[in-house]
T-cell receptor, first 111, second 110 residues
Framework: DADVTQTPRNRITKTGKRIMLECSQTKGHDRMYWYRQDPGLGLRLIYYSFDVKDINKGEISDGYSVSRQAQAKFSLSLESAIPNQTALYFC??????????FGEGSRLTVL | QKEVEQNSGPLSVPEGAIASLNCTYSDRGSQSFFWYRQYSGKSPELIMFIYSNGDKEDGRFTAQLNKASQYVSLLIRDSQPSDSATYLCAVMRYGQNFVFGPGTRLSVLP
């Protein structure tokens, strides 16, 4: 089993729908992140959390919200999905100042 | 100016050749530099990291850092078709988050 698990792996939805992407980790890391990846733009940070009581906006947080339900769980919500949120979303974890470990990705298509 | 820049490619090299991937960054306070490999549709995985000026070797991979020129590179010796992927450069200032470049797509031709 993957150390960083994302669900769903693929989702097709319609404009205006609420969507939640979930991430859970077994690595015991304190820091969790949500990134989106678009062709030619690399990975852009949406939100990050250093522990359960700490939530921070990244560079592209508009239209997104997050919840850190537990040390091992970090979910990303799109309250009202729009087509330009179609992207590949990655959850990542990190312990202190170490490397980032990525989940397998969630491909979201908004029609 | 983008914080981390990479040539998007594709960079094509023949099998067995040396592939050279380059990355420049704008924040002079950057302290840690990472190279991730990402196969199509998959998640990024760490290849190497480097903190100090100079070269760092790991098997067929060598990372080179020149802080004065704000330049970091990744050399892949004896390139194999399995090395065909997108390579992401990431830069970090201590206590802050990773900043990723857009990635360079490498194609190793058999």
């Amino acid at each position: 089993d993957a150390d960083v698990t994302q669900t769903p792996r693929n989702r097709i939805t319609k404009t205006g729908k609420r969507i939640m992407l979930e991430c859970s980790q077994t690595k015991g890391h304190d820091r969790m992140y949500w990134y989106r990846q678009d062709p030619g733009l690399g990975l852009r940070l949406i939100y990050y959390s250093f522990d359960v009581k700490d939530i921070n906006k990244g560079e592209i947080s508009d239209g997104y919200s997050v919840s850190r339900q537990a040390q091992a769980k970090f979910s990303l919500s799109l309250e009202s999905a729009i087509p330009n949120q179609t992207a590949l979303y990655f959850c990542a974890t990190r312990q202190g100042t170490g490397e980032l470990f990525f989940g397998e990705g969630s491909r979201l298509t908004v029609l | 100016q983008k914080e981390v820049e990479q040539n998007s490619g594709p960079l094509s090299v023949p099998e067995g050749a040396i592939a050279s991937l380059n990355c420049t960054y704008s924040d002079r306070g950057s302290q840690s530099f990472f190279w991730y490999r990402q196969y199509s549709g998959k998640s990024p995985e760490l290849i190497m990291f480097i903190y100090s000026n100079g070269d760092k070797e790991d098997g067929r991979f060598t990372a080179q850092l020149n802080k004065a020129s704000q330049y970091v590179s990744l050399l892949i010796r004896d390139s194999q078709p399995s090395d065909s992927a997108t390579y992401l450069c990431a830069v970090m200032r201590y206590g802050q988050n990773f900043v990723f470049g857009p990635g360079t797509r490498l194609s190793v031709l058999p």
